[in-house]
């Protein structure tokens, strides 16, 4: 089944029904339509896979895939446009050309924590580009994914968008097909599976993956600005996000300060009545609610930490040193842990010696500070002041670097990405003759200018 799928996505992408830029535009518009349409059945999933509320997936599933389709909309015949550059005097005379390529048939695999937005916002640039797709949304959100796949099926067009459910069996046929192309979201331990499936055919690939992501809160920081958007940023889809920041390094003289404020944050977004609210995200099933509460440490919580069934209500660890349980690998929960530092440059030296994060975060209010250690340290993306919204901006691209993976995307990011870039050099009838044979003591001086070398 999963092969003949390809085969037909092949069949259509070679009939040239691709190429065509109003064909594109007409499918990014149907799309558009169609999410318009589906969005209460959307609603309604969300809700029975994370218990997320319609203002939660509006503003981090819907509101994100719409821009992004818009963009193409708008963007299309500049992304699309063959551009003139200009050639080397040793092609006088002559003329060079940047032509955007569809790679063919691609592959997107989407992961669980954001089942729509991660799925959709790539296959946007995708079809913009002119390739087809083979899409495949998460298993463990079966409900959203269960729309998706309907969704499609409505759009009318296998040959241009296919989606495949199911599990790991799946993932293992598609991954053993011949794609053109493979842009993977998830974790870092099937990237590498992808990457080995992928170099079989030498196929390229991008790889969204996460990691730990630090966030920074100097000694001259807003407070109330860091605590209200850290919890925000932390918290944010039951911390299931892969930019969140996974843990927080506050100065010793404003950690006191800091803490006050993340509990009031805490309280004021969550416990509106003094309860947990019933809008707040579960984790997603039984076997990462079991992971997630095992980086618990009750004699260090400070509140929270208190999981039944799928919900952990946000729990703040604090005086966390670099060996516990929840610093070894990325906790993807709605855990915050809290380290405290003396020394930025110390500290940096300690961060900047593990894998490079997919995002990174300072709170500072010093301009100059806060350029060089944005300079010094590495990492996919980030924010000075802020978390997780780097990703809602089309003209930052978004992507890892290092083990949090390789590739961007979003917006025009997104269009290079599933484009290649052919160069054709375009050579009339006259020429300099210099290069051909025999090579004379002219030709040769003549050259040696050209490269600004001197005897």
């Known amino acids: 089944m999963i092969k003949e799928t390809v085969e037909k996505q092949r069949a259509y992408f070679n009939s040239g029904a691709t190429r065509s ?36 997936v509006l503003c981090t599933e819907f509101y994100l895939v719409l821009e992004e389709c818009e963009y193409h909309i708008k963007h299309l015949k500049k992304e699309a446009k063959t551009k003139k550059v200009k050639t080397s005097l040793f092609n006088f005379p002559s003329k060079g050309y940047i032509i955007q390529e569809p790679y063919g048939v691609t592959l997107i695999m989407a992961p669980w924590n954001y089942p729509l937005q991660l799925a959709l916002e790539p296959l946007m640039g995708s079809i913009a580009a002119g390739n087809t797709v083979v899409l495949k949304p ?15 099926v409505e759009f009318g067009n296998p040959g241009l968008i296919s989606v495949v459910l199911g599990g790991r069996q799946e993932n293992q046929d598609l991954l053993d097909q011949r794609f053109d192309y493979i842009f993977f979201t998830g974790g870092a331990t099937v990237g590498r599976l992808v990457l080995e499936k992928a170099a079989v055919n030498l196929t390229p690939v991008s790889l969204e993956l996460g990691g730990k992501s630090p966030c920074i809160v100097d000694e001259d920081a807003d407070i109330d600005i860091a605590a209200k958007r850290i919890v925000w940023g932390k918290f944010l889809n039951a911390g299931q996000t892969c930019v969140a920041p996974d843990y927080i390094c506050v100065h010793s003289s404003v950690h006191e300060a800091f803490v006050k404020a993340v509990l009031k944050y805490i309280k004021e977004f969550f416990y509106p009545n003094g309860a947990i609210s019933t809008d707040f995200p579960h984790l997603i099933n039984d076997k990462h609610a079991l992971k997630v509460s095992g980086f618990l440490d009750p004699s260090k919580t400070l509140c929270g930490g208190t999981i039944e069934g799928h919900l952990l209500e946000p729990t703040v660890l604090d005086n966390v040193t670099w060996d516990d349980a929840c610093m070894k690998e990325e906790i993807f929960g709605p855990i915050m842990p809290i380290l405290i530092f003396d020394d930025i440059d110390e500290l940096l030296k300690t961060i900047n010696a593990k894998e490079k994060p997919l995002a990174f975060y300072y709170f500072t209010k010093d301009k100059e500070k806060a350029k060089r250690v944005f300079e010094v340290s590495p990492f996919g993306g980030g924010c000075w002041n802020e978390t997780i919204m780097h990703l809602t901006n089309d ?3 978004f992507g890892g670097v290092g083990r949090s993976g390789m590739g961007a995307y979003h917006g025009a990011a997104s269009f290079k990405t599933f484009s290649h870039a052919k160069s054709l050099l375009v050579k009339g009838k006259a020429e300099i003759n210099v290069k051909y044979p025999p090579y004379t003591k002219k030709a040769l001086n003549f050259v040696k200018k050209l490269a600004h070398i001197k005897d």
């Open 21 to 56: 830029l109003d064909a594109r535009l007409e499918s990014l518009k149907r799309i558009r339509e169609l999410l318009l349409a589906y969005r209460g059945r959307f609603n309604e999933a969300f809700k029975k896979d994370y218990n997320k509320c319609e203002f939660d």
């Open 395 to 397: 003209d930052l691209p």
């Open 138 to 152: 998460a298993s463990y959100a079966a409900n959203v994914s269960q729309v998706i796949y309907d969704m499609f």
